[in-house]
């Protein structure tokens, strides 16, 4: 009985594999007929220049791709649609326009055609006979860096001369129009939280929002921040009036004011009064106001945050 089962299976094992076998052999049959048949087919290929002057830049108004219509059998076509197929057009086979503008002839019935595309078919058809390249001159510039860090220092720190770049500006080229509008380039945005010690690091630069035929040289710079603790002052400065007609004697009150700032430690002792001066304008004065508005005029480079303790004075015109 077992033998008999035993017979069974293996019948039915060599009858699943000679199937198998059928299936297989008749798919590849059809695929091949279908394969030997010809198709027709648009395909889009790339347009790439070659030889283009260092002093040049292809222009995004150019032509980069063109569209044709091949007809071959399967076996032909399916290496075109695996992917896009790139043509290089030689500058020194162009028709010269001018200085910036070149164009290519392109025929159906030219070799050159089956040649880049390594296609033995047809070309039935093209979209455009002509390639147009138009060229711009490569402009050099020099830029200023911009900073784009948010810096918080720890409390009772902070810099006199905020954050050095080295190089301080880079080198853009591009086409003249792009290049003639750009007056910097900002760095990439960078957030520093509770800076209490000297900084040296490198930032890249935002080439992001800038044009894809602009390009920069180079795209890092090296930055430096001289971090020192603070403190904060308070000095009583004279109030000094301006713009006074001569038959004007007027009187103000307070005669000075408190200044408020903060200083970097090493620098506190240098600070004296006569390094401030605090005006109040007599050509300013508000109709039916009683006061002065005060200004500051003149305060060292080395104080931050400056402010007045009063905004206003009040006048008296005495004569």
């Known amino acids: 009985m077992s033998s008999r089962i035993r017979k069974k299976f293996s019948f039915k094992r060599n009858s699943v594999k000679t199937f198998l076998f059928f299936l297989v052999f008749t798919s590849i049959l059809w695929l091949f007929i279908q394969f030997s048949k010809n198709y027709t087919k648009e395909i889009e290929a790339e347009i790439q220049y070659v030889n283009?002057?260092?002093d040049r830049l292809i222009n995004e108004t150019s032509d980069h791709t063109i569209k044709m219509t091949l007809n071959g059998?399967?076996?032909?076509?399916?290496?075109?649609?695996?992917?896009?197929?790139?043509?290089?057009?030689?500058?020194?086979d162009a028709v010269r326009i001018s200085d910036s503008k070149y164009l290519f002839d392109v025929d159906k019935d030219n070799?050159?055609?089956?040649?880049?595309?390594?296609?033995?078919?047809?070309?039935?058809?093209?979209?455009?006979?002509?390639?147009?390249?138009?060229?711009?001159?490569?402009?050099?510039?020099k830029v200023k860096v911009q900073s784009r860090l948010s810096i918080k220092y720890m409390n009772g720190y902070g810099s006199d001369e905020g954050v050095k770049f080295s190089p301080d500006s880079v080198t853009v080229s591009g086409p003249e129009k792009a290049i003639d509008s750009l007056n910097h380039i900002n760095t990439k945005i960078l957030r520093l939280e509770d800076v209490n010690e000297n900084l040296l690091d490198e930032v890249?630069?935002?080439?992001?929002?800038?044009?894809?035929?602009?390009?920069?040289?180079?795209?890092?710079?090296?930055l430096a921040l001289n971090v020192s603790k603070f403190t904060e002052g308070s000095l009583e400065i004279p109030v000094t009036l301006i713009n006074v007609p001569d038959d004007v004697i007027i009187n103000i009150f307070p005669?000075?004011?408190?200044?408020?700032?903060?200083?970097?430690?090493?620098?506190?002792?240098?600070?004296?009064a006569q390094d401030f001066r605090v005006i109040a304008d007599y050509s300013k004065i508000i109709q039916d106001s009683p006061y002065l508005i005060l200004e500051i005029e003149n305060a060292p480079d080395f104080v931050h945050d400056l402010r007045l303790r009063e905004k206003q004075v009040q006048f008296v015109i005495l004569k």
Do not use: C, H, M
């Not at 005669?255 to 004296?272: E, G, H, M, P, Q």
């Open 52 to 54: 283009i002057p260092e």
């Open 73 to 92: 059998n399967g076996f032909r076509l399916i290496s075109q649609s695996w992917s896009k197929p790139v043509l290089n057009f030689d500058l020194e």
């Open 111 to 141: 070799e050159f055609l089956k040649r880049q595309l390594d296609f033995s078919g047809r070309v039935l058809s093209l979209r455009r006979d002509t390639i147009t390249l138009n060229l711009d001159i490569i402009k050099l510039k």
């Open 204 to 222: 890249e630069l935002d080439t992001d929002s800038l044009p894809v035929n602009i390009r920069i040289k180079p795209q890092k710079v090296d």
């Open 255 to 272: 005669k000075s004011v408190s200044t408020v700032y903060r200083v970097a430690l090493n620098n506190f002792d240098r600070i004296t």
